[in-house]
């Protein structure tokens, strides 16, 4: 999340959703009663003399809405605000009956607010800018697999296909193959980002070095990953040990060490974990809950969404952690096969 402005003491954030997480940060900020300023459009009815009376001029305008209901749809990167609008840049915009703006990736917003809570704090300071990026590549002389890691949510970006046999001929260059993974990289990647390529052999090195230039950056990385390339490869490579060595300290290596625990638990039938939405909020309720993993796909399993964005408040509000698991994922399976929540507890819970 990009903020450009936040002073809580007058009661104003601005801010970018840059990612899928931030879209659930931003569930958990808006509440009804405050107000969410965004650019949209409106259909404006203009009483001119040649103008039709069922037809109207879609324009651009900024709206202030006044909250009453917000949802988030996880499954296609959205929140829906409906309430009721107290400002618009264009006079012509009916302030009558209810409206709703959408908010997804790449929109830009104020939230204003009578009263910042410190956790409303916390989670606007700990969003601030976006988690450690890995743009990663899983290559061998075939194809290549270009990857984007943003916290725990991954992204297949693309696959490229080499053109090339299975051994490397005098009369068929590598170079063309290099230059296209090389430039698809660059295109991706963002100052701050680590590249990390991975694959079979020694081909991955020449990748590499292509990569270098393009980004005329030293910092590319190559990782002993399994034989699989891809999309296949780049999922293999998030679990593998090269990798989380690398990535130690990430969202996306917490959450893999957490979601790993959690299932240690269950198995062995240690009372200090709690799974599914009615335990987890209990756990929530009482202050024992460590760190808490959710599904993205949590809705679609008929979770209720007031009571699940309470649950996480309160377990950070008394200073446990929340992750989000991607569940495309191994990890994020996993979750969602515990009824979409699952969270370690500091102390086993009486029955």
Same mark, same amino acid.
């Given at each position: 999340?990009k903020?450009?402005?936040?002073?809580?003491?007058?009661?104003?954030?601005?801010?970018?959703i840059?990612?899928?997480?931030?879209?659930?940060?931003?569930?958990?900020?808006?509440?009804?009663?405050?107000?969410v300023?965004?650019?949209?459009?409106?259909?404006?009815?203009?009483?001119?003399?040649?103008?039709?009376?069922?037809k109207?001029?879609?324009?651009?305008?900024?709206?202030? !809405?006044a909250?009453?209901?917000?949802?988030?749809?996880?499954?296609?990167?959205?929140?829906?605000?409906?309430?009721?609008?107290?400002?618009?840049?264009?006079? #012509?915009?009916?302030?009558?009956?209810?409206?709703?703006?959408?908010?997804?990736?790449?929109?830009?917003?104020?939230?204003?607010?009578?009263?910042?809570?410190?956790?409303?704090?916390?989670?606007?300071? #700990?969003?601030?800018?976006?988690?450690?990026?890995?743009?990663?590549?899983? $290559?061998?002389?075939?194809?290549?697999?270009?990857g984007?890691?943003?916290?725990?949510?991954?992204?297949?970006?693309?696959?490229?296909?080499?053109?090339?046999?299975?051994?490397?001929?005098?009369?068929?260059?590598?170079?063309? /193959?290099?230059?296209?993974?090389?430039?698809?990289?660059?295109?991706?990647?963002?100052?701050?980002?680590?590249? @990390?390529? +991975?694959?079979?052999? &020694?081909?991955?090195?020449?990748? +590499?070095? =292509? @990569? &270098?230039?393009?980004?005329k950056?030293?910092?590319?990385?190559?990782?002993?990953?399994?034989?699989?390339?891809?999309? %296949?490869?780049?999922?293999?490579?998030?679990?593998?040990?090269?990798? =989380?060595?690398?990535?130690?300290?990430?969202?996306?290596?917490?959450?893999?060490?957490?979601?790993?625990? @959690?299932?240690?638990?269950?198995?062995?039938?240690?009372?200090?974990? +709690? /799974?599914?939405?009615?335990?987890?909020?209990? *756990?929530?309720a *009482?202050?024992?809950?460590?760190?808490?993993? $959710?599904? %993205?796909?949590v809705?679609?399993?008929? $979770?209720?969404?007031? =009571?699940?964005?309470? +649950?996480? &408040?309160?377990?950070?509000?008394?200073?446990?952690?929340?992750? !989000? *698991?991607?569940?495309?994922?191994?990890?994020?399976?996993?979750?969602?096969?515990?009824?979409?929540? *699952?969270?370690?507890?500091?102390?086993?819970?009486?029955?």
């Amino acid at each position: 999340m990009k903020v450009s402005d936040f002073n809580p003491k007058h009661g104003y954030c601005s801010l970018t959703i840059e990612s899928a997480e931030d879209l659930w940060t931003m569930r958990r900020l808006i509440a009804k009663g405050d107000v969410v300023v965004t650019r949209g459009s409106r259909v404006v009815k203009r009483e001119e003399e040649y103008s039709r009376p069922d037809k109207g001029e879609r324009v651009k305008v900024t709206l202030a !809405l006044a909250v009453d209901e917000v949802h988030l749809d996880s499954s296609i990167e959205r929140i829906r605000v409906k309430g009721t609008i107290i400002e618009a840049s264009d006079e #012509s915009v009916t302030k009558v009956g209810s409206h709703s703006v959408t908010l997804s990736p790449g929109h830009s917003m104020t939230l204003r607010k009578n009263h910042w809570s410190q956790l409303d704090i916390q989670l606007v300071r #700990s969003s601030g800018p976006s988690y450690s990026r890995f743009v990663l590549v899983a $290559v061998d002389r075939r194809e290549a697999g270009i990857g984007l890691l943003s916290g725990s949510h991954l992204s297949v970006v693309t696959t490229i296909e080499s053109g090339l046999g299975g051994k490397m001929g005098e009369e068929r260059s590598p170079r063309p /193959y290099l230059s296209k993974v090389a430039e698809a990289v660059s295109q991706l990647s963002q100052h701050g980002d680590r590249v @990390i390529v +991975a694959g079979p052999g &020694n081909f991955k090195n020449s990748v +590499a070095n =292509q @990569i &270098n230039e393009a980004l005329k950056s030293e910092d590319v990385r190559v990782v002993d990953g399994p034989d699989l390339t891809g999309g %296949d490869g780049i999922r293999a490579m998030i679990k593998s040990p090269p990798f =989380q060595a690398l990535a130690k300290g990430s969202v996306a290596v917490e959450m893999q060490q957490l979601v790993s625990e @959690i299932v240690k638990r269950i198995s062995m039938g240690d009372p200090k974990v +709690a /799974y599914a939405l009615p335990r987890v909020a209990k *756990a929530a309720a *009482a202050g024992a809950v460590e760190a808490c993993a $959710v599904s %993205d796909d949590v809705f679609s399993l008929g $979770v209720d969404e007031s =009571q699940l964005v309470g +649950a996480l &408040n309160e377990i950070e509000a008394k200073g446990g952690k929340v992750f !989000l *698991a991607d569940s495309s994922m191994e990890f994020g399976k996993q979750v969602s096969s515990f009824g979409g929540i *699952a969270a370690l507890l500091r102390y086993a819970l009486r029955a």
